[in-house]
């Protein structure tokens, strides 16, 4: 690659530079004047008190079904390149069938172990 | 009946089985305990013995080796490891040492007032295997391991059964004797190594002398395996800077145990460098030669003179059996046969005196409740066959003729006057020594006066005479010491056989000669102008 | 795109030929559907399917391991190839893991903790590490190697009250994952170099072990190749805890469940040697002028390290972590002289671990049985008159320190004597000295251990405010049985090696 297949990159740099340094300056010149208090001289300042501590007790529960919902979308993933070439490897005489159903199997165990463990019940 | 590879073998697994039988034997009863004891020390002392004494109509011996036999365990055909079993002329009077002094230390132990006496005397029979399978293995695999083997139970016997400064004691010494332990097993994997990792030849004291005979190694090579052996075999000796383990764990063994170490065990070190050391790697061994024997006039002399400083019986007899390791190393420097001769028969003679010393110091201590020599006294008229004992053992080790040691020393002093004629005065001068510091504790312990501290810690109780079980020990032993020092040919005819036989031992002190440009000296000439070369 | 190719991979797809990865797998479902469906009052039942489906798929292994195995070649497209040592390190995992199981059973008693999750993940984890040995393929070994680690990750914070616990859960979590990146990159770079058209021998199958070490030998010295390498060689040394990558080993041995600091110990590493013996013999067979140097370096250090900080321990877990540092270190003295090219090397690795196996697992008995509630205080203190209290335990934790202290006639120190034969034969005597060093140290803290359980210890002032420690009842006969049987193999190793070692 020439180094002139670079220059977007460049561009983007200096463009990023400049926004940033406009901004600053923009702020200086026409923001309001204010005298420093607790909250602004903070160090994550944001001009403002905070409401409460930074880590808040929340309920695990979402959590824990989240966490199902993505282990099985990305179970699921695994499934699509499956599914793309499945007639392909029909066509050639491999039956990529049964070890899908093998995993739909351990899947559903899953399944199962969750609902048995109380997993997806949201009153407990 | 048996055949002899068989005896051999079961020298070693007899006392082992023993051992396995008394650590689940708790509900024996202490009798039940001295049974199988008595049959675990019995039969490999009368082994030793038989072989002993049949040794030298042998014929039919493989490289000066008699009742040889072997069986693959399993690591032939990796590393050339064969269990081997063999006896030559220089480990005959060893093996025969193990078992006497396994007897006297057993028969010692059955009737000590051990706590927990199966386990006392399990760990003292797995001793006994070790010592036994040490002498009698021909795999110089199989040796180590053997002495390592022996060496496990002192660490226990001395935490369990130990004196005052056990814990110590027994740290410093697992400490010191690990390090010298894998430095000579370094060795000895690189005395295999320069086989080339034949796996024929192995770990094979046979095979590899052949293979050395008939090979040259370049001297730097030998001088390097040489140093390791040297100073890992002179740890577990402990050659002069490397002693400070042994007297302080002595003094904190219990007798039984400080009886096979001293006695025995620590022959180990010497033994490898008179049968491997030496005769494989010639070239490493004239390297080091004068390290050799400027280290053994160090324990001659300065341990000797810290000897005479000691007032505790038992670090006493620990420290004079540390010198006398150097009159050993100053018969290995010699390289000759009349030295090496004198430094195996020495091996036997302190190997049965220092075993005495510590039953009879032990026999004191159990009258008087007390090492302290300056305390202790005038226990003569009270306890006459004790002293009597104690006066002859004490002659015995400082080197007196009558008794075994003296034809060690003699022989040695003899073969040191032939190529290091300036050694000769310093080392008799340590004989000078040893008498000041023998002769002292007899005097001090039966004849002297006693404290008054002393006199009054006593109170009422009465002193005795030395009991039966204490007597059975010193006098098997002590009747060796004058059997062998009168009849020295029991022992020598064996050693000067198999010396000679080596070509080592007769070529290397006329190199040594030549390295130092001293005059040449016709060996031939010396040796049969010498009356003690007869003898051997 | 040619959709025949996949017939040719398909073909290679033999499922028998791992079937005892099959079997394992199966255990764990097993296991899974009884803790579904089991009543609770037959939820006993769990534990002993767990442990004797192992002990059953064990006995077969290892009547297996003395028929003549013949090399499959690779196979499911190259993912999978059995070496020689397949056999032995299958018999390893499956071992181990019945242990860890088995400690696990009264572990888990104590703490009120779920049950069946525990063997759940062991097995899981532990067939996984038979496949990760196997591996022959990058992408094989890094999935694999990844299933271990999340199964770790679960483990080792698996008491979940404890902070300790959590502590060592969140230091392996960041750690763990930091090294599987760092790993990855190593992957990622030398996939790239392989894949390069412009170097000679470059190949489009280039995370596959073969082609890429005919690679590697064409070209050694392009510098991608070797960063990747030095990475995933780093990748690998966190996994056994070498230095400078110990950091999380006192800390995560320590908070771990003593049963999972016992896998962690013994199966962990042992799959880590397994894969990085694989790697230098294997793909990176050409680096040797890299790999030597690099891994005597580390091994070096290794030893020292883990020796010198295990003597200050009072802690008898961080004492295992640390001593098992200095292990790790031991055991790649043996890779480097495999990278040399000692035939006697690998073997003498396995045979190390194998005794490193026994010794571990009867000290970790003894230390399960001795621990307390709280099981992640367990000090040398606790230790005092063992041999008074519990002789039996007393005399088991000996000869399993003994083994590890490498003191003849144990099988440790047949292990040791073979990796310093193949040592000298690879002619690495400095790495010679740092391990004779390193084992002189070892025997004053393997000592001082023991000599806490054998020793009267002389009161001191003070002695009574020292907190009291837990006073466990009498050993079980089942606990007496496993304890003896594993002290005895030990010895008998330590004896015998005919028919157990396979070079």
Known sequence: MELVDYLPVMIQLLLAAVIAAAILIASHIFGQRARGNYASDSAYECGMLEESKPHPKFSVKFYVVAMLFILFDIEMVFMIPWVLIYRELLSVGILSVWPIFFFLGVLTLGLVYEMKKKGLEWER | ???????????????????????????????????????????????????????????????????????????????????????????????????????????????????????????????????????????????????????????????????????????????????????????????????????????????????????????????????????????????????????????????????????????????????????LIP????????????????????????????????????????????????????????????????????????????????????????????????????????????????????????????????????????????????????????????????????????????????????????????????TILLVTLAFIGLWPMGISQSIQKAVEADPVYTHAPAKLAERDNAPAINIADTEASLPGGQSL | MNYNGFQELAATNQWSAIWPELSMAGIGLLVLCL???????????????????????????????????????????????????????????????????????????????????????????????????????????????????IGFYVLVSYCRYSPFSLEAGLKYLILGALSSAILLFGIVLLYGAASNPALAQSTTDSMNFAALGKFIAATPEEPLVLVGAVLVLCGICFKIGAVPFQIWVPDVYQGAPTPVTAFLAVSSKAAGFLVLMNLVAGPFAALSKLTVPLLSAIAIITILFGNITALGQRNVKRVIGLSGIAHAGYLLVGVVAMAVGVALAPWAIIFYLFAYLFASFAVFGVMVHLAGVEDEIQEIDHYQKLAERQPFLAGVLAIGLGSLAGIPPLAGFIGKLLLFIAAFQAELYTLLGAAIIGVVISVYYYFGWMREAFFIKPALPGDEARPSYPMPGAVGIIHKLTLGLLVVITVLMGLFQRGIFGG
């Open chain 2, 283 to 474: 070239h490493g061994a004239l390297a080091w030669n004068d390290w050799i024997v400027w280290l053994a006039l160090g324990n001659i002399l300065i341990i000797g003179f810290v000897t005479i400083a000691q007032s505790d019986l038992k670090l006493m007899i620990g420290y004079s059996s540390v010198m006398h390791m150097g009159y050993i190393f100053l018969g290995i420097a010699t390289m000759s046969v009349v030295g090496i001769g004198g430094a195996v028969m020495l091996m036997f003679a302190h190997g049965i005196s220092v075993a005495l010393m510590f039953v009879l110091a032990t026999a004191v201590f159990n009258r008087t409740g007390t090492y302290d020599m300056k305390a202790i006294g005038g226990l003569g008229p009270k306890a006459p066959v004790l002293a009597g004992f104690f006066v002859a053992a004490s002659m015995a080790s400082i080197g007196l003729p009558g008794f075994a040691n003296f034809w060690g020393e003699f022989t040695i002093f003899i073969a040191l006057w032939e190529n290091h004629p300036w050694a000769v005065a310093p080392a008799v001068f340590g004989v000078v020594i040893s008498a000041i510091y023998g002769l002292r504790a007899a005097s001090n312990i039966f004849f002297g006066s006693q404290t008054k501290a002393f006199t009054d810690s006593l109170g009422h109780r009465e002193i005795g005479d030395i009991t039966l079980a204490e007597r059975a020990p010193a």
């Open chain 3, 35 to 149: 803790d579904l469906f089991l009543p609770s009052s037959r939820k006993r039942l769990i534990p002993l399917v767990a442990i004797f489906g192992q002990l059953a798929l064990l006995a077969v292994l290892v009547m297996g391991c003395g028929c003549a195995t013949e090399s499959t070649g690779p196979l499911f497209g190259g993912m999978i190839e059995s070496g020689p040592y397949t056999p032995y390190m299958r018999a390893f995992f499956v071992l181990s893991s019945t242990l860890v199981c088995y400690l696990g059973v009264s572990y888990l008693s104590r703490q009120n903790l779920p049950r069946s999750e525990f063997y759940l993940l062991t097995i899981f984890v532990s067939g996984a590490m038979m496949l990760l040995v196997q591996s022959s393929n990058f992408v094989m070994l890094f999935v694999s190697l990844e299933t271990v680690t």
């Open chain 2, 1 to 279: 009946m048996f055949s002899d590879f068989t005896l051999l073998l079961l020298s070693i697994f007899i006392p082992l089985s023993a051992a396995v039988v008394l650590f689940f034997g708790k509900s024996l009863g202490n009798s039940g305990v001295r049974l199988i004891s008595a049959i675990g020390f019995m039969l490999p002392a009368g082994i030793a013995v038989y072989l002993w004494m049949k040794f030298n109509a042998q014929e039919n011996l493989i490289d000066g080796f008699a009742y040889v036999g072997g069986c693959d365990l399993g690591l032939r055909e990796s590393v050339g490891i064969t269990l081997l079993l063999g006896l030559n002329g220089i480990s005959m009077p060893l093996f025969l040492l193990a078992g006497i002094v396994g007897l006297a230390a057993g028969i010692h132990a059955m009737y000590s007032q051990a706590e927990r006496l199966h386990l006392y005397m399990g760990l003292l029979l797995v001793m006994q295997a070790g010592l036994m399978g040490v002498f009698c293995s021909i795999d110089i695999f199989f040796f180590y391991f053997f002495h390592e083997l022996a060496l496990i139970p002192t660490f226990i016997m001395i935490g369990l059964w130990g004196g005052e400064g056990r814990r110590a004691a027994a740290m410093e010494m697992t400490v010191y004797l690990t390090l010298g332990a894998m430095l000579s097993l370094l060795g000895l994997i690189a005395l295999y190594g320069q086989t080339g990792w034949d796996t024929a030849t192995g770990f094979s004291l046979i095979g590899l002398r052949d293979y050395f005979a008939h090979h040259t190694i370049s001297e730097a090579v030998e001088s390097n395996i040489f140093a390791l052996l040297l100073f890992g075999f002179g740890i577990l000796v402990s050659l002069f800077p490397f002693h400070s383990w042994a007297p302080r764990g002595y003094a904190n063994a219990p007798t039984a145990n400080a009886m096979l170490h001293a006695g025995v065990l620590k022959k180990f070190g010497l033994y490898g460098l008179v049968q491997i050391a030496a005769p």
